[in-house]
Structure formats: C-alpha cells, structure tokens
C-alpha cells in the first residue's frame, strides 16, 4: 500500500537539536514530524557531558571572545526551562549537579587564566571559601583557586526521554538506506519517500530541516549540497568506574600555554551500582591530545593525570575505558570551533547544527526566526493534523532513547 502524508515541517535527525525543535514548533500550531534513523541521542547528544557552560572556557584568555558573549545567557535561558517557565518545558529533567566548578592547579600560568577568565566573566563567577566548597573537596588540602560557575550538569538520557515523550506520534523510526530523496528541477525537496510496516510511504512539507549532526555530510552529498559544508572535530574521551563516594564537576585549568582546560569531568550515575556510583566521564585537552594514543595510552594517561590531580581519591581498583567522538559543526577555517548555533536556509531546506549542547534553545530560535523571515504558517487543521498522525505513526517504530557509551563499555566488567 502506498500512501502520502503532506505536513508543515519534516525535521531529519533525534537528537538534542530535533528535538527541542520539535517541540518548539508544535507549541506554535505546526504540524511537524521527526524522523530518527537510529536512536534519540545516539549521535553527538548520548556522547556530550551535560554541562550546560556559561563560557567560561572560551574566556581563559581574558577576552569575552563571540563565543562567550553568545553563550553567556545560556545557563538562565535553561534553568527558567528546568522551572517550567522557559520556551520548552523541563521540568522533569534530572539535574545531575547545580553547579559547576573551576580549579586552578596553582602553578603560575593556570592562576593566570582562572583570574583573567574570572575578570572577563565578572558577575558570572564567585571565588569560594573552604567553607563554600562542594563535598568533593570539602576538608581537602588544595593549592590554588576553586571557582563556582553559573554552568550546571543536566543527565542527558532524562533531557532526552522528556522532550521525546510528549511527542510519540509524531516521532518516526525510518530506515534511511531505503530514504529516497525527491528533488525538483530547481533544487527544492519535493518529498522523501519511506518503507514503512504498511508499505510505501510519500512524505511531504512545506519545509524540511537537517538536525542530524554527523549525518547531516552524508543527506547534504545526496542533495548535492556542497555549501554549507561540515567539519569534524575528534576527540578521545575517558570514562571510569571511580569507587569514590563523591562526584566531580570541575574543569582543572593546567600550567600549558593552551586554553583549554587540562580536564573537564563530570559524573554521571553507574547502572550497574547503588545510588552512590557513579562514573567519571573526562573530556577536556586530554580528550584532544588523546586523538594521538592507543586506547590503552589514553587509559594510561588519564590515570596518571587523575590521580596526580585528585590525591584523596583511590584509583587503584578503577576501571577505565574510552572511546572516540566526533563533533561535527559547519567548517570553518583551520577547523575553528563555531561561536554560534548554525541555520542555513537553501530552497526549502533549512541545515543547522546546534554546534553544542548549551547552544540547542539559540539554534530553535534561529529556525523560528527564519521560518518567519520566510512566511511560512501553520496550514494543516488541528483535527486532520490528529487523524493524519495516528496513521502516520502506526506505519512506524517509536526510537529507542540511547544509552550511555558506558553502559556498554563497563557491560559486564
């Protein structure tokens, strides 16, 4: 059987990006659908940590870079949305830590940074007490400075699973290898055409959005779209199963002439613990250098840093592993990190990359800007939008929400 379903909006790609998007635009009265190849998050959003950063790690410097001028109104714009009373409720959302910390190991040149990114973000930052430090180094002998951010730790699986429930039928698990893309003789996307359970079916919108991050290359070269182009940005993560009672949630700013921090960890629960496990997830210029080991050096190096670091903490019966992630943005020369969300209007297509994490609530409002600059209105009427979805969505699959790297990396150990 063969059927075709017309819509507002057809967003490609589950992740962080489609789905605040999704959201977003069903709030508006469009009639939008999403379609994941895989599972929700599994891409770029599943491998991030969850902080969500004021900028303080582009300002080491001292200068209040684009970067961190862009990103400085992120974490409020999120906590009103954690309240209830943000553009996109989060209200369930787990938050895994309030608060961010930054420390700096006392050597000349991380006191420098710290204090010069302390100055350029003022109002954003507070030096703390010992009597202020969090449990994990409270009663600890450390040297230097410890700083309290405005950044904050979300779990990303939670975040996830809270933007993707209220929207089940409208939220389709397609096979892209069948996906043939229908183009007209000016280049517009006509429709996209899928196999679902009930035979073929036609797809088509007034617009359609690329939020699929790594896999925006491979729908872009179908297209044969080859501006914008993309960029990938490697890194070697770690992650431990640390025994240790106490979770981390700082950047450790190293005596190096880079400006990116020495280690960034976050901790995040262990399924297969009690509620006090936790693994450490360690991201930072050791998960850049990191492209240039083996496995097993990164897993080496990150013991000697960590406990080099983090004295008090017992590493001897921890388990490590890591893996390699890709961050892809839209290219920029000497592949520069973005300082903004990405949008890019070609035809009827519209190519984002949210770029980070912290930056998904600017990419939506981007897309909705444009899609004003561009007139398009909600058409479809609110009872045949109903109807059509309960069709639409029983010739699908509903996607999984994806699971920590992790949970697969300590699976059995």
């Given at each position: 059987?063969?059927?075709?379903?017309?819509?507002?909006?057809?967003?490609?790609?589950?992740?962080?990006?489609?789905?605040?998007?999704?959201?977003?635009?069903?709030?508006?009265?469009?009639?939008?659908?999403?379609?994941?190849?895989?599972?929700?998050?599994?891409?770029?959003?599943?491998?991030?940590?969850?902080?969500?950063?004021?900028?303080?790690?582009?300002?080491?410097?001292?200068?209040?870079?684009?970067?961190?001028?862009?990103?400085?109104?992120?974490?409020?714009?999120?906590?009103?949305?954690?309240?209830?009373?943000?553009?996109?409720?989060?209200?369930?959302?787990?938050?895994?830590?309030?608060?961010?910390?930054?420390?700096?190991?006392?050597?000349?040149?991380?006191?420098?940074?710290?204090?010069?990114?302390?100055?350029?973000?003022?109002?954003?930052?507070?030096?703390?007490?010992?009597?202020?430090?969090?449990?994990?180094?409270?009663?600890?002998?450390?040297?230097?400075?410890?700083?309290?951010?405005?950044?904050?730790?979300?779990?990303?699986?939670?975040?996830?699973?809270?933007?993707?429930?209220?929207?089940?039928?409208?939220?389709?698990?397609?096979?892209?290898?069948?996906?043939?893309?229908?183009?007209?003789?000016?280049?517009?996307?006509?429709?996209?055409?899928?196999?679902?359970?009930?035979?073929?079916?036609?797809?088509?919108?007034?617009?359609?959005?690329?939020?699929?991050?790594?896999?925006?290359?491979?729908?872009?070269?179908?297209?044969?779209?080859?501006?914008?182009?993309?960029?990938?940005?490697?890194?070697?993560?770690?992650?431990?199963?640390?025994?240790?009672?106490?979770?981390?949630?700082?950047?450790?700013?190293?005596?190096?002439?880079?400006?990116?921090?020495?280690?960034?960890?976050?901790?995040?629960?262990?399924?297969?613990?009690?509620?006090?496990?936790?693994?450490?997830?360690?991201?930072?210029?050791?998960?850049?250098?990191?492209?240039?080991?083996?496995?097993?050096?990164?897993?080496?190096?990150?013991?000697?840093?960590?406990?080099?670091?983090?004295?008090?903490?017992?590493?001897?019966?921890?388990?490590?592993?890591?893996?390699?992630?890709?961050?892809?943005?839209?290219?920029?020369?000497?592949?520069?990190?973005?300082?903004?969300?990405?949008?890019?209007?070609?035809?009827?297509?519209?190519?984002?990359?949210?770029?980070?994490?912290?930056?998904?609530?600017?990419?939506?409002?981007?897309?909705?800007?444009?899609?004003?600059?561009?007139?398009?209105?909600?058409?479809?009427?609110p009872a045949a939008n109903a109807e059509a979805s309960a069709t639409l969505s029983s010739c699908f699959d509903f996607p999984e929400v994806a699971k920590p790297r992790w949970e697969h990396l300590f699976a059995g150990a």
């Amino acid at each position: 059987m063969n059927r075709t379903f017309s819509t507002d909006i057809v967003i490609l790609g589950g992740g962080i990006a489609g789905l605040w998007l999704l959201n977003r635009l069903r709030q508006r009265g469009f009639d939008a659908v999403l379609l994941e190849k895989s599972t929700l998050g599994g891409g770029q959003t599943i491998t991030s940590q969850g902080i969500i950063h004021g900028g303080l790690k582009y300002a080491l410097n001292g200068v209040l870079s684009p970067a961190s001028s862009a990103i400085a109104a992120m974490p409020e714009h999120w906590r009103l949305c954690l309240q209830g009373q943000g553009d996109v409720d989060l209200s369930g959302c787990r938050v895994l830590s309030p608060h961010y910390y930054m420390w700096s190991s006392g050597g000349y040149r991380s006191r420098l940074k710290t204090f010069l990114g302390s100055k350029a973000l003022r109002g954003r930052i507070d030096a703390l007490d010992e009597r202020d430090y969090p449990d994990f180094f409270r009663s600890r002998e450390i040297s230097g400075s410890l700083y309290r951010l405005s950044d904050f730790v979300v779990d990303t699986p939670s975040l996830i699973s809270l933007l993707a429930e209220p929207h089940r039928d409208r939220i389709l698990r397609i096979d892209t290898e069948s996906m043939q893309m229908a183009q007209e003789e000016d280049g517009r996307l006509d429709s996209l055409t899928l196999q679902s359970h009930s035979g073929t079916v036609c797809l088509k919108a007034q617009r359609f959005v690329l939020c699929a991050g790594e896999g925006n290359g491979p729908l872009l070269q179908q297209l044969g779209i080859t501006q914008p182009e993309m960029q990938i940005r490697p890194l070697h993560m770690l992650a431990a199963r640390v025994p240790h009672a106490q979770p981390a949630f700082v950047h450790c700013i190293g005596d190096s002439f880079g400006m990116t921090p020495r280690l960034t960890v976050t901790c995040h629960p262990d399924p297969t613990s009690d509620s006090s496990g936790w693994i450490w997830y360690i991201g930072g210029e050791i998960a850049e250098s990191g492209m240039q080991r083996s496995p097993e050096a990164q897993q080496g190096e990150g013991q000697r840093q960590l406990s080099e670091t983090f004295p008090w903490v017992d590493f001897s019966t921890t388990q490590w592993g890591s893996f390699v992630i890709n961050r892809a943005e839209p290219r920029l020369p000497n592949l520069q990190r973005p300082d903004n969300a990405f949008v890019s209007a070609k035809q009827n297509l519209l190519i984002t990359w949210p770029t980070k994490l912290t930056l998904t609530p600017d990419l939506s409002d981007s897309v909705c800007a444009e899609l004003a600059r561009q007139n398009v209105q909600p058409q479809a009427a609110p009872a045949a939008n109903a109807e059509a979805s309960a069709t639409l969505s029983s010739c699908f699959d509903f996607p999984e929400v994806a699971k920590p790297r992790w949970e697969h990396l300590f699976a059995g150990a």
